[in-house]
């Protein structure tokens, strides 16, 4: 069960600058935070993550 989940998602397609989702899964004692850096390709198109973090949010 995911408790109190949470996302922001600021997607772009410019290749300058990578997009991020950020999400935050279950509570303050065991939940995680979780960030996501993509880059849009073009060919073929579609998503490339460049790098995820998790954290505990207790930190």
Do not use: C, Q, Y
């Amino acid at each position: 069960v995911i408790e109190d989940p949470e996302m922001h998602l600021d997607l772009r397609k410019n290749t300058s600058n990578p997009s991020v989702v950020r999400a935050r899964i279950g509570n303050e004692e065991s939940g995680k935070r979780v960030i996501v850096s993509l880059i849009f390709r073009n060919n073929p198109p579609g998503w490339e993550v460049l790098e995820m973090e998790v954290v505990p949010l207790a930190e």
